[in-house]
Structure formats: C-alpha cells, structure tokens
C-alpha cells in the first residue's frame, strides 16, 4: 500500500515549526524519525493532512552529556546515536541499551529517542528508563517554552500530554545519582531487536548497604508505561538482597495492568516480569556496586 | 572415483548470482511498459457471505481509472491444480455469488497509478448478506456447520486412505501401544518477494504474462481455461523469482485479472501485492488435528500405526488434496511399519486457504510422528537413535503398494548425526535447562501422480549445440531461487564436457521453452528436469560420437567420450577434436540442418508417489530459560542423504535455510487467525528468525547413488523442513520435562508445562 | 503540491519534482528507474528497501523523497559503478553462495558496507547483528555472514 497523500512542510526552526502546527490545524502531524508515523500512515491508521517534519532544524539533534550537566537529548538526535555514545553508555548505561534494543539497525539509524516517546506506544522501550532517571521533556508552543516531568507525560496508547501545537524539543535526564545504577531488560519471542512483549526500567541509588531510591517502570504491561511503587517501596531503606529483589518483582507483577495480545498472554506477561524485574535490579545493584 | 565428474560436486556460484549481487535482475514488479496500468483487488472483508449487489460506478468514473471488473465480468470458471479431478476445482478468480474467507477476491481495478486504483477501491459499494461462518475443523464438521461450498455439504472436500496388513492384530501382537493427538498451526512461506504479474495483450489478442511464479505451464493451462481462451494463445513468462517455497503454485487472481483486464484495455496491467495482503491473505501451510496410534514389540520393533489426520484447509483445496496424499504416505515413512492406515480428511473453514508449503504435508506428519517416537522411546527405556536404527528403512525396502526404496543412506544419517552432536554423551550428562533431541525426515524427489492431467511429459529439455562449442539449453524448468537453472547447467556442462561459460540457459517461458514441466514444487526439478536434460543431453552425444567415430574410422567398439571441451575416443584420446569441431561436422553431414535434440522425463512404473526418496537425521541443542521459558538453540546438527551432491554449496544453502524455516516453526511463527481474521500483518508480528537468532550447525551429506536419478542425485533441502521442530520439541523436554504436542513451543507452554 | 528537490543517488544529480507522500524506495524505483532496491514490506522490519544515506543504512520504505533533497544516496546500483568489477562485497556475496532468490541481497549488501565501513574487522556477532534488520528467507544466513567477514578481508583499508 502506498502513503495517504499529505502536504509536507520542513521548517527550519522550532518556532516556525509550532506556528505551522497553528496554522494548519486539525490534521497536522509532526514527524522526527518517521519510523512509526509512516507505517501508520501507510497502514491507513493515520490519515494526516499535512506532515511536519523536523530533520531541517538545525542544532535539534545534539547529543550533550557530562557527570555534571547530565544528559540532553536533541528532538532529531538518532536513536543510534544515543546507543553508540560514549558518555551515554558510561553515564546512562541504561539509556544506551533501551536504544540498542529498539527494533533493528537501520530502523535507529532514522528513528529518535523524542519520537519514540512521542508516539507513547505502552511497548516504547525508551520509556522505562528515562522515566527511572526521572527524565524531564523541554516542550515549544505558543506560548513559549515549558519544561514536564516524563513521568505523567503518557495519557494511554498513542496519547500523550503534549497539546497539538506543541513540540518536544528535547529530553533532560539529571545526572546519575551517586552510587546508583541503571538497567533496561525487556523480553520477545524473537532475539534481542524485537517489539517488545514485557519491558523493565529501574534505578537503584545505594548508601552504605541499604538501598535509598528505588524507580521501576515497567513497559507493555498496561497502557502507558506503569511505575511500580509498592514494589520501590519494598526496597528503599531496605538491603537489596536476591530475596529481596525477587520480592520486590513479584510485588511489581501485581501493580502491572496487561493485557492477552498476539505478542503474550496477560498471565505470561506477569509471570516474566516478576524475574525481569529482579534481574535488572541485581543488574542496576551490581552496576551501583561498581561505582563504589 | 576422484576424477569422475569435473563439474558435479564442485561449489559452482549461481549463474544468476552476479545479476542478483548488482541488483540488475529484474523480478516482475521491477517491470515497466509503456502505458501500463497498475491493478489492485477489493477483498471481502467477512469470513463467509452471499454478494447481493455490487456497485462499481463511483469507481469506473473516478479520474484515471480504466477498468473495474467484478465476477459478473467473468466468463465464470472454476479453476484448481487437481485438473485431473475437476470437481476438486472450486475457485473462481473473482468471486461469484459467495465469499468465504476474509480477504477472498471481488473485485478488481485498474488505474492510471497505485494511488488511483486504491482510491477507487474505497468506492466500490458490496452488499453482503453474512452467513455463519466455520473457523476450526470441529466447527465445520460439526452436523449443523454451514457448508462452504455446495459440492461438499460434508466440509470435507476430499479424503485420502491407506491401508496395509492387519491393523488390528497388529496392536493385539504389541507389547506397548500409545495413542497421541497432536495439533500444528498455520505458517507463512514467507518469501522476501511479494506476488506480483504483469500482463500484456498483443494486436492479436494473445497475453504475455511476467509472474512470480513456480509454475509457469499450470498458469498457462489455468489461465486459458479461466479466460475461455487457447493455451498457446497465452504465453508466461517467470522473471526472477524472489522464492516460494510453495506459495507460489496455482494461478492467482492477479494473474486472471492482469490478463483479463489487458485484454479488455489493451493497455498491460500490473498487480503487486503488499506485505498485509501476503501475510493476511496469502497461502499458508496447512495447520492439522493429528491422531496417531503406535504398537511395537518390548525390544522396540515396530508393529502397526494408524493415523487419522484432519487438514484445516481454509476456503478453497487450493494444494491441499496433495498434502492430504503426502501426509499419509509420510506418517509411514522412515521406518518399517508392517501395518498401517491412515484416514486423512481435507476440511474447508473460512479462513485463507492452506497450500503447499515447504515440505507439503511432510513436516506436519512427521512432527506427530518424530515426537511420537521419542515419547515411545523413552517409556521403552531405548535410546530415541536406538530406537530409530532398529526399525529404520533400508536400500529396497518396499512399501505395499506405495513405493520402493531405490536408495537410502537413513541409518547411516542417524549414525552421522550422533557422532558430530556427542549424542550419548549430552544426553546423558546434562544440566537443568539445557537439552538435545533428535528428529529426523524423509522426502519425495517429485511426485509421480499426474494430478495436473498434463499431456506432456512431466520435464522437457532442449540442446542446441553451435559449431562455435556453444550450447544453449531451453527448459521449462523455474529457477525461483533455489539455483536450478545452475543445477541443469552444470548436469548438462558434465554430459557434453563443456564448461559453465560455454552453456547458455533460456528457462520457465512457455512459449520459448519445450513442452512442458510442471514447476518447481515437491523438489522435483532436479531429478526429473536434470533427467530431461541428461536424456537431451545423450542424444547430441550419440550424434557427435557417430560423427567423430566415421572421421577417425574408429573400430565400433571403441567406448567416445565427452571431456574438457573435446570428443574423443576413450582409449585413444589422440583420435578426437573439440566439441566446436565435432558439432560443425556433425552439421555439415547434416547438411546445414543444427543439431538440436529433446529430452524428456516422465516417471514411470515409480508406485504412487515418488521415483526416489531422501533421507536425514537432525539433533537440535537447547538451552531453556527456565523462568522465562525463552528457548535458545545453540547448535543444530544435520546428516542427510540426497544421493549424489551435484553443488555441495546450493545444497547448504538448502540445509541452512530449511533450518532456518524449521526453527521459525518450532519456535517463533504463527499466523494467528481470530474468527477469521489473520491478526498478524507485518513481519514484527510475524516472526521469522533474524540472524542473530540463527544457531550456529554442522552438516555432513551421506552419499548414496539414487539410480532413477541424473549422476545419482535426489531430493534436497525440502525435506529438511520436517525435521527440525521435532528434534527442538524433543530437546526442549529432555531441557524441561515439558513435552509439546500443539507447535509452536512457546515460552508459556514451557512455563505452563516445565517438570519442577 | 509538489515539491522541487534534487537528489544525488550513487554520484548523480536527480533534480525532480515530487509529491510530498512519495517514499525514497518509489521514487528510486518509478522515477529513476533504479530497480535494485527492493519493496519487500512497508514498515521496516524485512530491509529488503535498505540504501544508504550519507553512508547510513536507512530503510527507503519509510523515507520521505521530499526530506532527502541535497542529500547522498547509495543503492546497490552504486556499488560497483564501472560495471567492469564488483566491489568486494558483491564478489564475496556471488562466491560464498550467499545468494539464492536474490531479493534480500541489495539490502544486505548495502547493511555489510554500512558496518564494514565503520567497523572493518568485525566479529561473527557484529556482523550478525548489523544485518540483523534485514530478513533472508532462503540462505538461514550463514553463507551471509560468512560472506561479510570475506568482504571484510577483501576490502582495503582505508589509508
């Protein structure tokens, strides 16, 4: 099937950008990487009148990441990039493996981390971990720039808080806690780069032997990326031993919402994500462990 | 033995593989003609409906549309791959009256671009009436099912039954007896290129049509008959095929309504199906309800089987009466069963039709059967390798009635793969969660039985042969990908000791090549197209040899030879000339007129199904997640027997690709299918292995010398489709304790099913 | 409207006019008539489409033609653009029998030169993870990979 037809603007910079979204109204859809957008659009499940596209820019797709300034993330930057970056995969580690595992190479090479938020699918394997680290969206409408918490930011499949003039320009992770560690696991019937059927997201900050923060975010499991607090909870303060951390798992299979889909089974999806959960807090403790 | 062949055995490349490497071949939707039209169809978009109206109005005035038709247009003839029975052909190419399946064809367009003709399509209104529709074989044979089609008020379109010795007594003289249901589901051939066609008409009013297809002669005699017209009035063409693996084998509506929509415009029209029409749509390979009950001796020895399979056909029998035949005949192969019977019944639901697919029949039946073997295996205490060497097929084994076995390297096979995987040793010793299970297969070498009605023989070859030490062969035979066209080269550079370079190949065009071959299915074209061409093959030796004889006055006893570029007598080598030389004489004693010779092949005196079977054993090595049930293969070990290697590095690629398909149908394919409607529409759904799934393998080919077939060659790399998803389910219990008797081997069937 | 773009495919300039809608892979395919670039699905999951742009491998499928205007595009066409000798890629592909149906094989060559470019000595890993996004549904890709590690010895390093 060919795409729906549309018009197409490029603007060059982000306020030109939100003024055309203005302008055309009802209909207007922005588009980064486009590797969603067109397949839904070719699928007929969008039917835009016009397309907003974002690659022309400039300076949208940087990349900046420092132990102090944290890490920020341009709307354009590519999910390749984000994966290949040394001070992403020093600092952020699990940032670096949640675009990794992000559907197949040349998919990373066209796709953005903004846009897989954006497109706020419940299986978005970017969400997790920026909503661990406690990620924070920069976002230009009219009214000029705002900046939101991630966490909140999804409202169910497809829809986010973003209102239809607005453009998310840039994601901000604060720096890495000290002594804390992060980890993306997520789980398919096929291989590593698949769409994923259970995902799992934590930070773990550590003092002395006792956990002191916990954040677990699971993905696929309901219609947004879900938090597991009862689950956190059962950890901060606590010593995160293995008992512990399988606990902590079986509790955040309970806070999950899945659903039976052609991917998994609600029942299987909650089984795995008890043990996806305690592996990738003994990944993120061991992690915590190794910067003393 | 080390010189007997220069050119078979070797790894020769493709002879289409630089084409393909520079992306210079041209596969059908590649195609471009002047004023051509592009095509699309309308599909029901309900399991099982009476058409009350159809109105195409809106859609012929659309701007840029030149052709809407539906089946009122058509001359309204049923059409099927089983000719020799027609009431088993119960297609139309449009439908008339009734859809019966979500996706089943009503309507076509054609239009000035892609964009037109799909809009057009919006515009089409159809008024069904629903009709109660059937979506499982306990469904459609329950008394109060809504029949399909009116022939069959049953829903079983066909059945198929074997029976030899005594069934009965055979369970009564058993020490241990199980009974077994197994189920199997629906897969895709997946093939990388989507169907397409183009067709032209010509001032006459004749078609030619470029089509991806594996069969080109079935589509010429369908398309005629479809279309009320001469079969040699219709002209196809295969371009490079992007494979098949045996979806690409009937004539499709897009071929019909390409041809009939030409011929109504006079312009050429073109259909090219996406990838959702493919998977939601699209051939599949059948998914059965098999049970199978087995008795042998204490000591192993087999005694009786009898099996009863249902095939969930879909709307149409579309290939299934033959996988209907073919599992029969292979829930009793590979072992001695001096009893047997089978009842296999090909049922209709609404769904998208079941058809031929890589090993048609084979894998499904054997499944059951490996698996029911190695359950046997372990409640008799014998090792499942044992177990299979005592009971397994040999050299000249007869089957009552069915076949001989001409060759068979099977022991042998099963010997090789215990050897190469450390059988005794990992089945012995293994930790929890990792396990190694065997399953094994045997395949036809092409059919024998003339469903198709042809009036050709069943392979044809032409050899022309030029002074300049040229050939140029012409064969109906469809290279699709799986390398025949190399194949028949080399068979043919061996015969006339000639060179790869020196052969020219025109190949799978009805009007060019001779009549006929009935395509590229049931792995036939290597022994029986080789057969044709070796047969052509001789007959410009036999005249080369005469001519080269009368020159040197050679005494009649001298044995001549064809080798490196000359023709020679045997013995004295000094006493020939090249073949450029010979072919040039020869001519000029025929005074001008080329040589030219025909070969055919047609399989006679073979029994019911096959001239030659191969053989082969596989071990699979798993390692089972045992919290998650992730399944993954660290190493496959395969030893087959397909007679003479002709190009051990096709026969790989072969090997490695039915792994390939095999593993995605133990572990990772399905088409889900929700009251009729096939769920998964893209490949992220439908989920074929990736590379780095891929497991590592050895293989080793147990050469045996098949005599029915050209140099000793047979089968290979369609049977290997069989034995891979019961060695994996065997591997994943011996893993687990979890034994999977419903494919595919899911990570939740595991954890549901995993022994503590 | 359409939209006046130039494209530059394997050193060419293309200066055309195109509807907003039209992907990269149709107007490779219809408009410059560059048919070695295949469609195989639509939505990025068989790679079958995959060229490079400025040496990224992308899918065609799902780029906008109006998006690459000024931008440099490779396809299997431009790999060996004398036509007199294959590049290394191609060679090893025809001799290691990484070949049957052929289709899957322009997707495949252009992933090979992405990764051999970045990475000249790669793994078995690497390589299988960097043609992981492009399905083969002949070879079970082993004669592939295989080929990609000689094309990695075949080809020089750049000085």
């Known amino acids: ?292 | 033995m080390e010189d007997r062949y220069s050119i078979i055995g070797k790894d020769v490349p493709r002879n289409d593989a630089v084409a393909k490497a520079t992306g210079a071949a041209a596969y059908t939707d590649d195609m471009k003609l002047p004023g051509m039209l592009h095509g699309k169809l309308l599909r029901s978009p309900l399991p099982h409906a009476r058409i009350r109206r159809i109105d195409t109005s809106r859609a012929e005035r659309l701007p840029g549309v030149k052709c809407v038709i539906t089946g009122e247009d058509t001359p309204k003839v049923k059409y099927g791959n089983w000719r020799l029975f027609p009431t088993t052909q119960d297609e139309y190419p449009l439908a008339v009256d009734k859809v019966r399946f979500i996706g089943d064809e009503v309507a076509a367009v054609a239009a000035v671009d892609v964009d037109t003709a799909l809009e057009a399509l919006e515009l089409i209104r159809v008024e069904y009436e629903e009709l109660p529709a059937v979506f499982d074989v306990d469904a459609a044979l329950a008394k109060t099912a809504p029949a399909l089609h009116e022939a069959s008020p049953t829903n079983i379109s066909i059945d198929r039954k074997i029976s030899y010795g005594d069934v009965e007594r055979g369970f009564s003289a058993s020490d241990y007896v199980r009974e077994d249901t197994f189920t199997v589901h629906a897969v895709s051939p997946g093939y990388m290129e989507p169907c397409s066609s183009l067709a032209l008409c010509d001032l006459d009013g004749r078609i030619t049509l470029w089509t991806s297809t594996q069969t080109p002669y079935i589509v010429q005699c369908l398309l005629a008959s479809t279309l009320g017209m001469r079969e040699n009035d219709i002209r196809v063409i295969k371009p490079f095929v992007g494979g098949g693996f045996g979806g690409k084998m009937e004539l499709r509506p897009w071929e019909f309504c390409a041809a009939f929509m030409a011929r109504r415009t006079g312009r050429p029209v073109k259909f090219t199906l996406t990838r959702q029409e493919e998977l939601c749509y699209g051939r599949r390979r059948h998914p059965m309800k098999l049970w199978s009950k087995v008795g042998f001796k204490k000591d192993g020895t087999l005694v009786a089987k009898d099996l009863k399979i249902l095939l969930d056909g879909g709307a149409y029998n579309a290939m299934g009466p033959t996988a209907t035949f073919l599992c029969g005949n292979f829930g009793a192969m590979l072992y001695r069963y001096p009893n047997y019977r089978f009842l296999g019944e090909h049922v209709y639901t609404n769904k998208a039709p079941a058809s031929a697919m890589r090993g048609f029949g084979a894998p499904q039946s054997l499944f059951a059967a490996e698996t029911q073997m190695n359950m046997a295996a372990e409640e008799l205490g014998i090792d499942p390798i044992e177990l299979r060497i005592k009971n397994a097929m040999v050299t000249g084994d007869e089957i009552p009635g069915v076949a001989t076995i001409s060759s068979c390297g099977f022991i042998e096979s099963l010997q090789e793969a215990a050897k190469m995987s450390g059988w005794k040793r990992k089945r012995k010793n293994f930790k929890a969660g990792r396990g190694i299970g065997v399953g094994c297969y045997s395949f036809i070498s092409g059919g024998v039985f003339n469903w198709f009605n042809t009036q050709y023989p069943f392979s044809a070859a032409e050899v022309r042969a030029f002074a300049d030490g040229t050939v140029h062969l012409l064969t109906m035979a469809s290279d699709i990908g799986q390398g025949s066209d190399t194949v028949l080269k080399q068979i043919l550079a061996e015969e006339l000791g000639l060179g790869m370079e020196d052969i020219r190949i025109t190949s799978a065009d009805t009007a060019m090549t001779p009549q006929a071959d009935l395509g590229t299915w049931g792995s036939r074209v290597t022994l029986m197209g080789g057969g044709a061409v070796q047969n052509a093959a001789r007959k410009i030796k036999e005249e080369l040899f005469g001519t080269v004889s009368a020159r040197f006055d050679l005494n009649v006893i001298f044995e001549m030879e064809c080798r490196n570029g000359r023709v020679y007598a045997k013995g004295k080598p000094e006493r020939g000339m090249t073949f450029g030389e010979a072919v040039a004489l020869a001519q000029k004693a025929r005074r001008g007129e080329p040589l030219v010779a025909r070969g055919y092949y047609t399989p006679r005196d073979k029994g019911l199904v096959t001239p030659a079977f191969s053989f082969g054993a596989q071990v699979a090595e798993v390692e089972v997640d045992r919290e998650t049930g992730i399944v993954s293969v660290k190493k496959m070990w395969t030893a087959h027997d397909c007679g003479t290697v002709i190009n051990p590095m096709a026969v790989e690629g072969q090997l490695e690709g039915s792994i390939h398909m095999g593993l995605g149908y133990a572990l990772s394919e399905e088409l889900q299918v929700e009251n009729g409607r096939t769920m998964n529409n893209t490949f992220l759904d439908y989920k074929m292995f990736t590379a780095e799934d891929m497991p590592p393998g050895e293989s080793v080919c147990i050469e045996t010398y098949e005599p029915e077939g050209p140099m000793g060659a047979k089968e290979a790399g369609e049977g290997l489709a069989s034995p891979t998803a019961p060695a994996v389910a065997e591997a994943v219990y011996h893993a687990t304790g979890y034994r999977c008797k419903d494919l595919p081997i899911t990570p939740e069937k595991i954890l549901k099913g995993m022994k503590k | ?159």
């Open chain 3, 1 to 159: 409207m359409k939209h006046e773009i130039t494209l530059h495919v394997n050193g060419d300039e293309y200066p055309i006019a195109v509807d907003p809608w039209r992907t990269l892979n149709e107007v490779l395919r219809e408009d410059l008539n560059l048919t070695g670039t295949k469609f195989g699905c639509g939505s990025g999951d068989c790679g079958a489409c995959t060229v490079l742009v400025e040496g990224r491998s992308v899918n065609s499928c799902l780029t906008l033609a109006v998006e690459m205007d000024g931008r440099e595009i490779t396809t299997v066409e431009g790999l060996a653009p004398s036509g007199e000798r294959l590049h290394p890629i191609q060679e090893a592909f025809v001799e290691r029998g990484a070949i049957q149906c052929g289709f899957c094989t322009p997707g495949m060559e252009l992933s090979a030169l992405h990764l051999l470019e970045k990475n000249p000595k790669p793994t078995e890993a690497e390589i299988r993870s960097a043609i992981s996004g492009n399905l083969c549904r002949c070879t079970g890709y082993n004669k592939i990979v295989e080929a990609v590690a000689d094309a990695a010895g075949r080809m020089k390093p750049k000085k």
């Open chain 1, 1 to 292: 099937m060919t795409l729906s037809k549309f018009d197409y603007y490029g603007p060059k910079t982000v306020a030109e950008a939100v003024g055309l979204l203005g302008e055309i109204g009802e209909g207007a859809k922005v588009m980064a990487g486009g590797t969603d957008v067109l397949v839904r659009i070719r699928h007929r499940m969008l039917k835009p009148r016009a397309v907003v596209g974002l690659k022309r820019i400039e300076g949208l797709n940087g990349i900046s990441c420092g132990p102090k300034r944290g890490l920020s993330v341009g709307a354009t930057a590519l999910l390749a990039d984000v994966a290949a970056h040394r001070g992403i995969r020093r600092l952020y580690p699990g940032i670096a493996e949640a675009a990794l595992g992000t559907a197949n190479v040349q998919v990373r090479n066209m796709a953005t981390l903004a846009g897989n938020l954006c497109n706020a699918s419940p299986a978005a394997d970017n969400a997790p971990t920026l909503l661990a680290l406690n990620a924070e969206l920069t976002i230009q409408g009219p009214g000029g720039e705002r900046k939101r918490p991630l966490e909140g930011f999804f409202k169910g499949p497809g829809v986010t808080d973003l209102a239809p003039e607005e453009v998310v320009t840039a994601i901000f992770v604060p720096p890495p806690a000290e002594r804390s560690g992060t980890a993306y696991l997520h789980l398919s019937a096929r291989g590593k780069h698949d769409c994923t059927a259970v995902g799992v997201g934590v930070m773990l900050a550590m003092a002395g032997r006792k956990c002191r923060d916990a954040r677990i975010f699971i993905s696929a499991c309901g219609p947004t990326p879900l938090r597991a607090p009862q689950a956190e909870q059962m950890l901060i303060g606590q010593v995160p031993t293995d008992k512990r951390m399988a606990e902590a798992g079986v509790r955040a299979s309970g806070e999950a919402l899945p659903i039976c889909d052609i991917r998994a089974s609600a029942d299987y999806r909650c089984r795995v994500l008890g043990v996806l959960t305690r592996r990738a807090l003994q990944a993120a403790r061991d992690r915590a462990a190794k910067k003393g």
